[in-house]
């Protein structure tokens, strides 16, 4: 008979606890966990194989460990200065994360951020050992500057996550906000900007609060916006004393050669893979559009998804939205649902769908 997890000697700490858990289904649509569901243009996909198949001649011998050509790309993607030595990278924005974690968190020490925001938030804090402590946040998920800083204060945090914008709300988060939390706290303040190519051209990057703020890192995906998800890299930006500390938890070689070869190429096609980002965030704000003549009150979304209210029982929809082929995500806010911004056919399914339901009720 096998064993059940409680018969292990799992870390008591971790007892009860679920992973994340997002449904992959093979459904015609999958618009459940903010993919950029458009394919990587030709041209680019052309140039990251010969990129790859370039680095398999070296395949034998380690990667370079501080992947040094990735960081200066990704320093010249972000500007603002910036150079190698404010960036560093991972397997996906989570290892990332996990990193400022065990380098920043663990046993003893808090992490805190403002409910609703990214579930993998409180795993990895747990995971790495930290207690995690969860905010409030205000009307249609909104957060004060002057609220924030007195919640941080009083919870005297040694990290905080700030999700900008919000996942799963699409809320935007002010400068100000920023600025106040980091004033309040002798933490680390994370600035989660994995969904920022989405927001308003013309809105600050929290990349633009760097200097002077030992204590404040920015983290970005490439999952998102450059339709890379399933190539799995994140990076953030930081005074070179953060990037000195992660250096004490990573693991050697931690990114590929291939990962390595991948993303530096990728980079190089930033303005055609961004061009992507305009007809996504059309198709998002059109799905925002519809929702509100369908009667359902979507929320101010700057990302790459729409978080919809008005359901009367999220579970049924989401079922019969499924038994329809679309897959969309129940992240667990009573009457209310999410779905991602797709191609023009992908939204139209979706939209179709949810309105056979109304027609039918």
Known sequence: MNARLEDLPIRDDLRGLVPYGAP????????????????????????????????????????????????????????????RENIWAGNGSNEVLQHLLQAFGGPGRTAFGFAPTYSMYPLISRGTGAEWVAGTRGHAFTIDPQDAASQVSDAAPDVVFLCAPNN?????????????????????????????????????????????????????????????????????????????????VRLPYHLSALTQAAATAALRHAPTMLRMVDDIVGQRDRISATLEALGYEPYESWTNFVLFGGVKDARTTWQALYDQGVLIRDVGIPGHLRVTAGTEDETSAFLDALASLDSAS
């Open 24 to 83: 992959q289904v093979a459904l015609p649509v999958a618009l459940n966990v903010n993919e950029n569901t458009h394919p990587v243009p030709q041209e680019v996909a052309d140039d990251i194989m010969d990129a790859v198949a370039q680095a398999l001649h070296e395949v034998n011998r380690y990667p370079d460990r501080e992947f040094t050509e990735l960081r200066d790309g990704f320093a010249t993607y972000l500007g603002h200065g910036l150079t």
């Open 168 to 248: 799963p709300t699409g809320t935007p988060m002010g400068i100000d906000v920023i600025e106040a939390v980091y004033d309040a706290t002798d933490g680390i303040v994370i600035v989660d900007e994995a969904y920022h190519e989405f927001a308003p051209r013309e809105e600050r990057s929290a990349l633009t609060l760097l200097p002077g703020r030992e204590r404040l890192v920015v983290s970005r995906t490439m999952s998102k916006a450059f339709a890379f998800a399933g190539a799995r890299v994140g990076y953030l930006a930081a005074d070179p004393a953060v990037i000195d500390a992660l250096r004490l």
